[in-house]
């Protein structure tokens, strides 16, 4: 029978989605299963696929988009869209947006902006500004590892970052100003062919 490797995402947060996701692989008596960083997972999976290894990945939509927008992969693709429905999510899923101080709006801010982005976004999220600057916006792009809303009013005016429950927003009394990207759990496949 043939042998298959699966990575899933190490986050423990995951883990309801990421024990969906394997039952897909039930069938498969002879799988080896890695475990991963979730932003590591679509590099594993091409890497792997480029060696003839039958690969999959189990990952977040938000994270292989990222991957794929920073470079171009024939080897990569979408194998099962896991729906994201989680109640404890504040929009449902995880959603990628632009954060500001409550009581104003992208339409309110001066000309000129610093953003705060969460560097593991960093494509989705330069996309997303190439809109703003086409209004006439001047960014400053400031990029951090981990959570950027705590630096809103400090070193940034706006920040990007995944939202999830919104607690932190709430806590901090800042405001979803848009939605950059929503996303659901996937399963990627790598062509070895």
Do not use: H
């Not at 024990?19 to 080896?32: C, G, V």
């Not at 920073?70 to 194998?79: A, G, Q, R, T, Y």
Request: net charge positive; glycine share 8%.
């Amino acid at each position: 029978m043939e042998k298959i490797v699966v990575i899933k995402p190490s986050n423990k947060g995951l883990k309801e989605y990421a024990e969906k996701a394997l039952s897909f692989f039930d069938s498969y008596r002879n799988k080896e299963i890695i475990v991963a960083r979730g932003e590591d997972i679509p590099f594993i999976v091409e890497k792997l696929a480029k060696q003839k290894i039958k690969v999959f990945g189990i990952v977040g939509e938000d994270l292989f988009k990222e991957y794929t927008l920073d470079k171009e992969s024939s080897v990569l693709f979408i194998v099962k869209k896991i729906e994201w429905n989680d109640k404890r999510a504040l929009l449902g899923k995880p959603v990628l947006c632009l954060l500001g101080p409550s009581g104003k709006n992208i339409d309110s801010m001066l000309q000129k902006i610093k953003v705060c982005i969460n560097a593991k976004y960093k494509n989705i999220s330069n996309n997303y500004l190439k809109t703003l600057e086409a209004k006439g916006f001047i960014l400053e792009k400031v990029y951090v590892n981990g959570q950027t809303e705590n630096f809103i009013g400090k070193i940034a005016d706006l920040a990007i970052d995944i939202v999830y429950s919104g607690s932190t927003i709430k806590e901090l009394g800042i405001s979803i100003y848009d939605k950059i990207f929503s996303s659901d759990f996937i399963i990627i496949g790598g062509k070895n062919d």
